[in-house]
């Protein structure tokens, strides 16, 4: 499959990701591979999605990126044809592009991170989507969101847009502490598949991210008051706009915040998330 794709390990925040864009439908359920405390593979190109599992199999056991994938296109009678981008919790990276991969093709490796594609329309996606990534700060998922966006940008896919997907893990990152799977995120069919997969982000932090100290804001009776209305605009208020920390308005907060999904930002210190607030209030304004 014509894809370009980065993969990129966070050593510090103990995370590691993937993310991709195609010509190609559904392109998450095939490229993107990633374990905590393991590494990120990105399979593409004819995808051979053993070394997917493989990969993360032989890193586990000890061996570098660049053993890993001499390992797994030496066994491959169409190693020709593959193109693989992998980086280990350790931040080393190692990229493979086979020779009958279809041009453009090539990959560019740095620290902690490998970028790569084919079908491209040129050497400059790939170096466009480094630069970002070495350039943008923030978290991993925002760099690899910035670094795909740089290599569209850029021109990206020679055949144009349609799937595109974010992989984060950590260990524990997952709904509930259960799983790594942090960020988990694909749009299959889409004419602007990275904007989409950008508004899915950003939706995924409001619902899942914990507020920084900039996210908190006082509940005091102007927010509260605030807050009434909103309520009421979406039909989990009847009472008085006046401003008072009751039980009564705390009930209503808090199943407007279970029916929204957002009971995670329910807190006991008396300050407000001011992205529900935002949300809120667009939810308010649609309703009208």
Known sequence: MGTF???AC?????????????????????VPWAKAKVGAIATQS???????????KLL????????VLDRLTSADPERALRQVGMVDAHGRAAAFTGERCLPWAGHLV???????GNILVSQAVVEAMAE?????????????????????????DRRGQQSAALLVVREGGGYGGRNDRYIDLRVDDHPRPIEEL????????????????????????????TLQGLL?????????????????????????????????HLREDNKFDVRVLRYMEALAKKAR
């Not at 740095?110 to 790569?116: A, I, R």
């Open 5 to 7: 794709s980065v993969v």
């Open 10 to 30: 966070d050593p510090q925040a103990e995370e590691l990701g993937v993310a991709v864009q195609s010509k190609f439908l559904a392109v998450g359920a095939v």
């Open 46 to 56: 004819y995808s051979n999605t053993a070394y997917g599992p493989e990969g993360l």
């Open 60 to 67: 586990a056991e000890g061996l570098s990126p660049e053993d």
């Open 110 to 116: 740095g620290e902690s991170f490998s970028c790569q």
């Open 132 to 156: 970002s990534f070495i350039k943008v700060s923030g978290s991993l998922a925002e760099r690899l969101l910035a670094a795909l966006e740089a290599g569209q940008a850029a021109g990206g």
């Open 198 to 225: 950008k508004r899915l982000f950003e939706l995924h932090q409001l619902y899942f991210a914990p507020a920084g100290p900039a996210d908190l804001i006082p509940l005091d009776e102007t927010l509260v008051s």
């Open 232 to 264: 009421g605009k979406l039909g989990y208020w009847q009472g008085e706009v006046d401003g008072g920390l009751t039980p009564e308005f705390k009930q209503a907060l808090s199943l407007f915040c279970h029916m929204e999904n957002l009971e995670e």
